[in-house]
């Protein structure tokens, strides 16, 4: 469910910063802030987050004394959720899209109830107070220091929830049929994680997955083993006044390390599967396509000579591939051309086996456009794919929100058919002018018949938090309508809807049934096949409409998904395994197993049931608490510190104050900075930032003193304290990838020189600028560029000045490396440009004019009226440290250059503790050449905070 935890969290912050009136709700324990469309799911999980947390106080016999903020939103039109376990600050982010039929978080009484219980036992398991006195108190100063405090293993934190998750439902990923069959697809192959990869976010296929599904299993292994009470003792072993980690409190416990015991863990597990596997019967099914990793959604073109597969790699590359269905045999052929070969040239070798079916034909690919994602392909007719992909707000609140697309396979063109229209699954009607769709905003999921030429949809039913509707499919004839549906406390339900008449037929299920998913019609419309789990395992079924009749084609031998009738009435499949899903080609003949005995309904059983299970999930309506506007004055402020070494100038020690609102609409920043080696710098600092506004708003305070001739590397002689202030106002727009920014800004400092043959002087100024940036990135090619632009007008030692600025960069990838090239010119007439420095909480660029900051230069490096700038470099790959050069000119001579390896980032979770928003990163390690100094080897690595 975090996946995307520190993406998601910068949504937030957009959309919070958006304009628009946010609300809170405030309870007796919970203050839950939304925004208008989430109102209705807001007040609901208010209503449910009390009952959660008196539940889980009574089971776990622990709560929190501090207030909890709840942010309820939909930032990615997908389900998700996170918390964060500060002690004193405790958060949890709610997403209210519900989940789809095929995913390991749909079994649930409600997404509702699950989302509120999972991430409220995060916040009690790992946000406790410690019983240190001392490491308490600075928990409660310094953020930083707080969230470090609360880490533990990922797959013990998400395996607990998921763990109480399901204990306290009688539902959930533990007792998942759809999980358990693919982990015991896992186990058959011994490919289980072992204990170094559980934790793992990257890696195999379901790798980030693996801490929720075996970290769960993993820890009821324990408790039935051991006991509840000694897992529990582990953690109040945590949070105790002797400080241990996570290793130290589990072993002293359990008596064996955690890795040991999972090891006989998934022994056992395995044991069990292996034992499964010697029940079963042999699976007439044969290797049709083998794929790389991750593969979803195939889709049949109506004449069944292309399939359709989104697949993406372990790196994140995203690719809509057709494949032909027609035997390869030109592969095959040259495969028996290489093994003559090699016989030719030695008899006595021994050639290399066929494999079963040899890779077919890729026809087309298309690469996934600006992280967009691809969704759910379907074909308008043999040449035309609509798929989905996600659209991006422009205006306000910049969430991510899933739209239509369509491509021309054979001319490459694609078209956006939609515009934030919230449709996931989709069947194509009237020649590609309708869409049957599942439409979800602000927690409502509907199925509504979408027109593509209005955008206007019309509600097949009517609108209600309790329900989700997934795979809506069409019949070949397009007179009848499948799709699932769920309600709180039921299974998912398969039902076949006439679109003539208001006939609803429920299809019937195997009795036990507990998953659900991807129902898709035969070539001829009189059956539809799906997929049912019941009892650790997944089996595709066959529903005959004439006579009523249900055949399990199947019998739990594989984990299967996506079956597909083909017109040969021989039926493709997603056989998901290790390495992820391949695609398996079924001849049905006389192995269909009639279905007889079938659920009454679709209620879904709870497997546990005691004083802690949760009530029935049910919308809240009635109003809890006090709702009132979004209050930005509701600020918490924590400690923040800074360090900066950097060998060209100075060693910069900062410490400071930092505060802001929930939704960091309102933020602040106060403190002292001084160099550590010498006092070459040294000074206070104030700065303020309004985000509340479309036009965002930033105020410094400065007072900061100066001597060059202190710095580590020799520089022009100068030392002054320099006071003043800066006031700006910044309007973002976004117009699809194309982004503009223009601004206006006023700077005010008075400057006192310590050579007083130098008199004391005031400078003011004025700006104009803006910045404009584009880019477009297909993955395996991407191209950008950025331009900064600036006209000051300012007045200093009683003369008036103009200038300029202006920085241009385009940048892009090719064959995974990124690389970028750079110019930058700063021009001002009657006063001087000093040239070197580095950015700081007490000094920056976007404050001080007159300084060129080049971190492997120190400050007062030289002066002049104009400053060029020329550069470059590449990268391994995104996110790494730049191989670059750069050449730096005075007044049209070059000063210098710069060479080496440099890398500069910004981490900003975007809402929540002040300590963990507006942190700045920059390392450089290159070598500097010039005539005025000698060519050396210098350094800088640093993190400091700024608004």
Known sequence: MKKTLLAAALLVATNAQAAVQWQTIHTEHFNVHFSPESADWARSAANELEIVRSKVLKQQNRALDETVDVVVFDPLNAANGFALPVSNKPLMALFTTPPQSDTVISNSSGWQQLLVLHEYIHLVHLAQPTRSHWRQELRDIWDVYDIAHSEIPRWAAEGYATLLESKMTGRGRLFDNYSEAILIEFAQQGALPTYGQLSSTEGGFMAGS?????????????????????????????????NREFEEAFTGVFGDSPSKLYRRFVAEYTFQAMSKEQEEQALTSKLWLELDLYASNPALSPNNQQLAVVERDRDGKTQLKVYSTQDNEEASKRFNKQQQALLADDPNDIIDTAPSVFKRKQKHILNQINHAGIQNPQWLNDEVIYFGAFSTEEEGANNRVADIFSWNTQTGDIEKLTNLAGIRRFSITDNGQTLYAEQVRGGYSELVRFDVQTGVSHALFEKDLAVVYDYPVLSPDQQQLAFIKTEFNHNWQLYIQDLHGAKTVAVPMPVGYQ?????????????????????????????????????????????????????DD????????????????????????????????????????????????????????????????????????????????????????????????????????????????????????YSALPVKINAELFSYDLNAEKQYQTALSAHYVATGGYLSANL?????????????????????????????????????????????????????????????????????????????????????????VS????????????????????????????IVFSPELPFYST????????????????????????QHQVDSQVYAQSYGLKWQGPFDFGLGPAGLSDLNFDFGLVRVEGDSFEDELRGWLGFYYSL
């Not at 709870?606 to 949760?614: G, I, W, Y």
């Not at 000093?834 to 920056?844: C, P, Y």
């Not at 002066?863 to 750069?886: A, D, T």
Request: charged share 20%; glycine share 8%; no cysteine.
């Open 515 to 567: 998953y659900l998913s991807q129902p898709s019609w035969s070539s001829d419309g009189t059956s539809v096949l799906f997929v049912a789990g019941l009892n650790g395992a997944t089996d595709i079924y066959r529903y005959n409409l004439a006579d009523e009749s249900l055949h399990k084609l199947t019998q739990g031998q594989q984990a299967v998904a996506n079956p597909l009738a083909m017109l």
């Open 732 to 820: 973002p727009l976004r117009f699809g990838e194309f982004k503009l920014e223009p601004e206006l800004a006023y700077n005010y400092t008075d400057y006192e020189y310590a050579d007083k043959s130098l008199k004391d002087n005031a400078s003011q100024w004025l700006r104009a600028g803006v910045k404009q940036s584009w880019h477009y990135d297909q993955q395996v090619f991407a191209i950008g560029q950025e331009v900064n632009a600036r006209w000051y007008t300012g007045k200093a030692q009683a003369k008036s000045w103009q200038g300029y600025d202006l920085a241009a960069k385009v940048f892009g990838q090719a064959y995974d490396v990124p690389m970028y």
């Open 210 to 242: 693996m801490a929720y599904l075996m970290g769960v299993r993993y820890l009821n292994w324990l408790e039935i083993n051991y006991s509840q009470q000694t897992l529990d003792a582990v953690w109040t072993r945590m949070q105790g006044v002797k």
């Open 570 to 689: 021989s039926v493709l499949y997603f056989s998901i395994g290790s390495d992820g899903p391949d695609v398996m080609q079924l001849r049905v003949g006389d192995n269909a197993e009639l279905v007889t005995d079938f659920a009454p309904n679709s209620i879904a059983p709870k497997l546990v049931v005691d004083e802690h299970t949760l009530p029935d999930a049910k919308v809240y309506m009635q109003p809890i608490g006090e709702q009132t506007n979004y209050d930005i004055w509701q600020q918490k402020a924590t400690l923040a510190l800074g360090e900066q070494y950097n060998s060209a100038s100075a060693s910069l020690f900062s410490l400071s104050v930092k505060g802001s609102d929930l939704l960091k609409q309102l933020d602040w920043q106060a403190g002292y900075s001084i160099d550590l080696h010498d006092s070459a710098l040294k000074g206070a600092f104030g700065q303020v930032r």
């Open 823 to 850: 110019y930058q010119q700063q021009y001002r007439d009657d006063t001087h440009l000093v040239i070197g420095g580095f950015s700081s909480s007490l000094i920056s660029a976007k404050t001080h004019s007159d």
């Open 863 to 886: 002066v002049g009226q104009r400053y060029q700038g020329y550069g470059g470099g590449i990268s391994l790959e995104e996110g790494m440290p730049w191989l670059y050069y750069k």
